[in-house]
Nanobody, 122 residues
């Protein structure tokens, strides 16, 4: 079965950095676009970033553009989210997801990980 397992979350001070990883198994990883979403308490799930199958094209939400970078290593079946200049409003559970093509809408994604908590203190 398909598994997406996120790691790398934690507690960091504002201005700090974290790198999230998402290891995939059970699917042809290099054929799938990958995305990162986040959900804060009481809020809807929000698009963060997506990347196409080859890694040549990526897209970001306005909230994270210029601070976050999504990239992938198809040899390791892993997608990453490098998060710099973190702000308290970045606090959320971060989810990775797999889709047939890159998208900003969560319903476009077929598979989801269990999420990893990111907390940014002020």
């Amino acid at each position: 079965q398909v598994q997406l397992v996120e790691s790398g979350g934690g507690l960091v001070q504002a201005g700090g950095s974290l790198r999230l990883s998402c290891a995939a198994s059970g699917l042809p990883f290099s054929s799938y676009a990958m995305g990162w979403f986040r959900q804060a308490p009481g809020k809807e799930r929000e698009f963060v970033a997506s990347i196409n199958w080859s890694g040549a094209r990526s897209s970001y939400s306005d909230a994270v553009k210029g601070r976050f970078t999504i990239f992938r290593d198809n040899a390791r079946n892993t997608v990453y989210l490098q998060m710099n200049s973190l702000k308290p409003e970045d606090t959320a559970i971060y989810y990775c997801a797999a889709a047939q093509s890159p998208a900003n809408y969560y319903r476009s994604y077929d598979y989801w990980g269990q999420g990893t908590q990111v907390t940014v203190s002020s």
